[in-house]
């Protein structure tokens, strides 16, 4: 099974390069933390999806530690790597997002793989659920199934800003019916509220609700529709080609919608840790420290 990483975000928010911020007096980054949770649960390949100039960086930190512990393999998010037909537009140099960060690992993933961010901290049960379900995901008449772990929203906020979820539709018998990105959601004073599309309207999100922290388990076959959706985005980008970005949730859920694949939603109560913002750190670095002082993780993770 291979792990893919998103790390190719540089982190505006934040300030810089927050994938390789230390979290420890060892040096160890959240990822870290990630990857060795995951080798816990049996994946045995991580695959860093990078910007090209950051390769150098990645091989020297987290890279050297691993290697030895798990195959490792490093894939470009590069802007001009697009289906045949189309081309970047002049002046654009953000990112297309996370569904073309997936699209860009084609050629590399061969096997069932899970999808997380780099910045955020999931949890020993998030890794455990994903490999029960990879090791015998298959495709089934042409439908592919696939899974997500699902946070509460309560166990994923900052009191720092607002943040980005996919809001999820889950049925009683624990299967997505939908994802809504919901791109500014922050805490309130009853709760949480996120801003609508029209950006002046806040509107109330009840605490339980299930949410996607990208989060993914996908056999190959998401590969064969992938781009299909990728250039129905493309050929769509109207009068934002500048900043238009490709969703993994969404392209998931048109997915689904068409019949091509089923996602089962495995809900964890594991608390999300992540530095979105630079305040955040404290609260990750603190909570770290308590879950290696508990003997949840060893004090020295590769040593």
């Not at 999808?115 to 015998?136: E, P, S, W």
């Not at 980008?237 to 969703?247: F, I, R, S, V």
């Given at each position: 099974m291979t792990l893919v990483i998103l790390a190719a975000g540089m982190g505006s928010r934040y300030g810089g390069l927050k994938q390789l911020d230390p979290m420890t007096d060892h040096g160890e980054f959240i990822l870290d933390f990630s990857i060795y949770d995951a080798v816990q649960a049996g994946f045995d390949h991580v695959v860093f999806i990078i910007k090209?100039?950051?390769?150098?960086?990645?091989?020297?930190?987290?890279?050297?530690?691993?290697?030895k512990k798990i195959k490792v393999t490093y894939a470009f998010q590069k802007g001009d790597d697009l289906p045949r037909g189309f081309s970047l537009p002049e002046g654009r140099t953000k990112p297309w997002g996370t569904g073309h960060a997936i699209y860009c690992v084609r050629n590399v993933v061969k096997d069932n793989f899970a999808?997380?961010?780099?910045?955020?901290?999931?949890?020993?049960?998030?890794?455990?659920?994903?490999?029960?379900?990879?090791?015998?995901a298959t495709a089934e008449n042409g439908v592919a199934h696939h899974c997500m772990v699902g946070f509460r929203l309560a166990n994923t906020l900052t009191d720092n800003g607002t943040v980005s979820r996919g809001q999820c539709v889950v049925d009683a018998n624990q299967m997505l019916?939908?994802?809504?990105?919901?791109?500014?959601?922050?805490?309130?004073?009853?709760?949480a509220a996120y801003l609508d599309d029209d950006g002046e309207t806040w509107i109330d999100l009840p605490m339980d609700?299930?949410?996607?922290?990208?989060?993914?388990?996908?056999?190959?076959?998401?590969?064969?529709?992938?781009?299909?959706?990728?250039?129905?985005?493309?050929?769509?980008?109207?009068?934002?080609?500048?900043?238009?970005?490709?969703?993994?949730?969404?392209?998931?859920?048109?997915?689904?919608?068409?019949?091509?694949?089923?996602?089962?939603?495995?809900?964890?109560?594991?608390?999300?840790?992540?530095?979105?913002?630079?305040?955040?750190?404290?609260?990750?670095?603190?909570?770290?420290?308590?879950?290696?002082?508990?003997?949840?993780?060893?004090?020295?993770?590769?040593?």
């Open positions: 090209e100039e950051n390769l150098d960086a990645f091989r020297e930190t987290v890279g050297s530690r691993i290697e999808v997380i961010n780099a910045d955020d901290f999931y949890g020993r049960d998030t890794f455990m659920q994903l490999a029960k379900h990879l090791k015998n019916g939908g994802v809504t990105e919901r791109t500014k959601i922050q805490k309130t004073a009853d709760g609700t299930i949410v996607s922290m990208n989060c993914w388990g996908f056999t190959p076959d998401i590969f064969d529709h992938l781009e299909e959706d990728f250039v129905k985005f493309l050929s769509n980008l109207g009068d934002n080609p500048m900043k238009a970005e490709y969703y993994l949730p969404a392209s998931v859920d048109t997915q689904r919608t068409k019949g091509y694949c089923d996602v089962r939603v495995y809900p964890t109560k594991s608390v999300w840790y992540g530095v979105t913002y630079a305040e955040d750190k404290p609260v990750v670095k603190a909570s770290i420290r308590a879950m290696i002082d508990s003997g949840e993780y060893p004090e020295n993770l590769w040593a």
